[in-house]
């Protein structure tokens, strides 16, 4: 009866670590990831696009922009990228500025967000 028990509790335990392990490794949202077309709309210089790239390092969210309409700037990393509750948020400096965009979902390949509450922004999926 002893060996039993111990067999039956070492199953357990085993199976405990496993969900672990697995929960560890596997990210908690890929949606994100991907390449995104940004606007910031009634700028006092216009309305401001650039492109955003998200992707996952070491399990966090990481991204990098872009301006399509200056080919040679070259990419400029963002600060920050937060996942929580289903919104994500970029932090980015600009023009001597730190800034944050929070985006909510709105379809598959749309987000809604406002940049520091004061424009509103979107974000299309680019399709490749």
């Known amino acids: 009866m002893k060996k039993l028990s111990a067999i039956i ?8 670590l496993n969900s ?3 929960t560890a490794t596997t990210p908690a949202n890929d ?3 991907g390449k995104w077309e940004i606007t910031i ?12 790239t998200i992707t ?12 399509p309409a200056d080919p040679n700037a070259g990419t400029a990393p963002m600060t920050n990228v937060e996942e929580a509750d289903g919104k994500m ?12 965009i929070p985006f909510e979902k709105v379809d598959e390949d749309n987000l809604k967000g406002s940049l520091m509450g004061m424009f ?3 974000a299309v999926r680019v399709k490749q």
């Open 9 to 16: 509790i070492l199953f357990v335990l085993g199976l405990t």
């Open 20 to 22: 672990f392990a697995q």
């Open 31 to 33: 949606f994100y990831l």
């Open 41 to 52: 709309f009634g700028t006092p210089q216009g309305d401001a696009k650039f492109t955003a």
């Open 56 to 67: 996952r390092k070491d399990g966090k969210l990481v991204g990098e922009m872009t301006n």
């Open 89 to 100: 948020t970029v932090y980015f400096s600009a023009a001597g500025y730190d800034l944050n």
């Open 120 to 122: 509103d922004c979107k």
